[in-house]
């Protein structure tokens, strides 16, 4: 390997850099996932105190461009044992909050020290700052694709956000620690955050890395831990112990935020070259021994479902379309966006999967969120505590094996054309999977049981559908002007579930009709 002169220089700035963020060690005792609990309990019995750390008003007036312009350097990244490796997130913008972070080696804390020179400023003179001016947020480092390289693994930045991937996958939707009124019409959402990390380093040989954070909000305190494992399907599985300072009804635990703004389950833009935009295209459910799947829609008016649950096994955002050919985006790769679902690791007792909807004009905004909601409110001064892992995955949750959904498809028009009185909507529903490649040549051994809770619903004879391997469904529903409609569909054998439910809300809104006679596109 030839050594120049520069090569020595940017190795000794690399060296003085990485000396500058390692964090000295403390002579403490040990600290464990109790220490953050006990600190979450004594927060919860003090007023809330929402006045962040004062920001340098150059970083306050950063856009969105001038911010990402701030990287860590690659040559301070902290090691962190066994591959894993930190850097972190440079207050400014919309984060202007202070996040503290910790590192724990042999069971001591130790913070990790803010130092300009650990930050690529991209030539913009800004500067210098106070030594106490800490972190927005982190991001984990693991060769998750390459045993070479380095590659992002998860990251907490911005409330109680996290994005984690799985092999092969690009960043799409959000976990978050808590969700309060989150996606309620009407309501003003509360938006817990992450006061300080601890994380600890990673011992030859292991597979998983262990992080702590403290949650705090007007309405709680919590404490969380962490467990990230990479993997084909990565996983992280989560401890959150809460300490509510107020009564809380609108609670949703394990909440997961998306992005839907046009693709096969609605009407699409005219004017869009893609065919489907979406991080997320469906809510999956499993509760009280079935499993169900809710298309996404961005829709006509913000709405908000509720799915009542004695016994939850599971639910989870998915991107099932993996399909390039209809996102044709070269830039933001749809078809490699994770899927993320939540498993519950101990009872969580009777409530309901909540999912909202909102409007957006802009595949740049989240507009869905899922969370599960208890049916009894958090309540002020009672600890409670919730278990549960995430999977980042495919186009199918692990443990999958009845049939699924693989694409919705609708249309009002197609209807008509079919003899269907006005009103009418068809929909295509393709199911793939499971054992339906046993009913290749003989689809019409399925029974198509469908119901709907207003209006009618016909069924139509299922096909082989060769172009995805599975069984196709067609239906038509209808219902009067003004008047709305839940529909589900199963495909039996001889009695018995060989598919997952799919499910549908519809509304005919008058406005539609209108849109309908004039041949304009739109929701």
Do not use: C
């Amino acid at each position: 390997m030839l050594i120049t002169r520069r090569g020595l220089m940017l190795s000794t700035a690399a060296s003085t850099a990485a000396l500058a963020m390692r964090p000295a060690l403390a002579q403490e005792p040990r600290f464990t996932f109790n220490d953050v609990i006990a600190q979450a309990e004594a927060l919860s019995r003090a007023d809330f105190d929402n006045q962040p750390d004062p920001e340098p008003a150059e970083l306050a007036a950063l856009d969105y461009d001038g911010y990402r312009k701030i990287r860590f350097r690659e040559d301070a990244r902290l090691k962190l044992g066994a591959g894993f490796e930190l850097d972190l997130f440079h207050r400014g913008h919309i984060f202007p909050r202070r996040v503290g972070v910790n590192i724990l080696r042999e069971g001591a804390a130790a913070p990790v020290p803010y130092g300009a020179s650990a930050f690529d400023f991209g030539g913009q003179q800004i500067g210098p700052f106070s030594p106490d001016l800490g972190f927005a947020g982190l991001r984990i480092r693991y060769p998750l694709n390459n045993p070479g390289v380095a590659d992002e693994l998860i990251v907490f930045l911005g409330s109680s956000y996290f994005r984690f991937l799985a092999r092969g996958q690009r960043y799409g939707l959000s976990a978050r620690g808590l969700a309060i009124n989150a996606g309620i019409p009407g309501e003003t959402e509360e938006f817990p955050f992450f006061r300080e990390f601890w994380i600890s380093e990673a011992k030859p040989g292991d597979t998983s890395l262990q992080i702590y954070a403290l949650l705090d909000s007007p309405s709680v305190a919590g404490a969380y831990s962490f467990l990230v494992t990479p993997s084909e399907n990565s996983v992280t599985e989560v401890s959150a112990v809460l300490f509510p300072r107020v009564d809380i009804a609108r609670a949703g635990l394990a909440p997961l935020t998306s992005m839907y703004f046009t693709g096969g389950s609605g009407p699409r833009h005219a004017d869009m070259f893609r065919r489907e935009v979406h991080d997320s295209d469906g809510l999956l459910m499993r509760r009280d021994g079935v499993q169900l799947w809710r298309p996404l829609r961005n829709p006509r008016d913000s709405r908000v479902s509720s799915f009542a649950a004695t016994s939850l096994q599971g639910f989870g955002l998915m991107q099932r379309n993996r399909s390039f050919d209809d996102y044709q985006d070269l830039e933001a790769h749809y078809e490699m966006r994770p899927s993320y679902m939540i498993e519950p690791l101990d009872d969580w007792g009777a409530g309901s999967v909540e999912l909202s909807e909102l409007v957006t004009e802009y595949e740049t905004n989240d507009n869905i969120v899922a969370s599960f909601r208890p049916q009894a409110p958090l309540v002020a001064g009672e600890r409670t505590q919730w278990r549960y892992r995430i999977v980042a995955s495919g186009a199918s949750a692990p443990g999958a094996s009845l049939a699924r959904v693989q694409k919705t498809l609708l249309s009002e028009r197609s209807a008509m054309h079919y003899g269907r009185p006005p009103g009418s909507r068809m929909y295509l529903i393709d199911f793939v999977g499971g054992e339906l490649a046993y009913f290749r040549s003989s689809p019409d051994a399925l029974e198509l049981v469908v119901q709907t809770t207003t209006g009618d619903v016909a069924p139509e004879r299922l096909v082989w559908n060769p172009h995805v391997g599975g069984v196709r469904a067609k239906l038509f529903a209808q219902i009067e002007v003004g008047q709305s409609t839940d529909i589900s569909a199963t495909l039996l054998h001889r009695g018995k579930p060989v598919t997952e439910t799919w499910l549908a809300h519809w509304v005919r809104h008058p406005a539609r009709e209108q849109e309908l006679a004039s041949g304009t596109s739109v929701r």
